[in-house]
């Protein structure tokens, strides 16, 4: 059995996810955060120190989208996602990737600025722009259907979920109505709202509109 070191309010949700899509049977270990970080014993079993991460036998993998692929590969025999080689696998991948890096750090900038009173000008300035840009695309991605990769649910979608939120908390997608429609598609999802119940809330409500 699947056991998922879960840190509430974080990534993690993702993983919650996917196993409730697939109905797996999965053993979760919860973690509160600490001062609003992972609990200093997470290092007693990943050198990270840092969730989510599984133990599937002698396996034990850390990074979200590492675990996503391997748990559909595994276990959902793909379902999840597209077919590898092929173009539409290849943007799959795309906004996979997305999701934590060219997105990711744009969008969590402003959050942190408002946590520590504010950031210099010129962060600032780069946040918005480039957290524009971000937007932008990923709403004309979604704008040819109802997911990332059309009608059907994939990781890209798990994987960006966070990602939205993020955003959402900071007040970005207010411009963005076809973001603010596909954020809540994806609550809708009856796996999202079983990870939910189990795990907790996707950010911590402090993050709420600062």
Known sequence: MIIVHHLETSRSTRILWLLEELGIEYELHRHARVNGRAPENLKHIHPLGK??????????????????????ARYGNGRHSP??????????????????GSASFPL??????????????AMAQFAAARGKDVLTYIAEGVGKGSFLMGEQLTLADMQMVYT????NMGGALDSYPALQ???????RQAGLKKAIEVGGPLVPSSWARL
Do not use: C, K, N
């Open 108 to 121: 969590l900038l402003p959050l942190l600025g408002r946590m520590m009173g504010g950031l210099p000008d």
């Open 164 to 167: 939205l939120e993020m955003a």
């Open 181 to 187: 429609s596909y954020r809540d598609r994806l609550h």
């Open 83 to 100: 077919q590898a080689g092929t173009a539409e696998g290849a943007m799959h991948d795309q906004w996979l990737d997305l999701a934590e």
């Open 51 to 72: 969730a989510p991460f599984i133990v599937d036998g002698d396996l034990v993998l850390a990074e979200s989208s590492a675990i996503l692929r391997y748990v559909d």
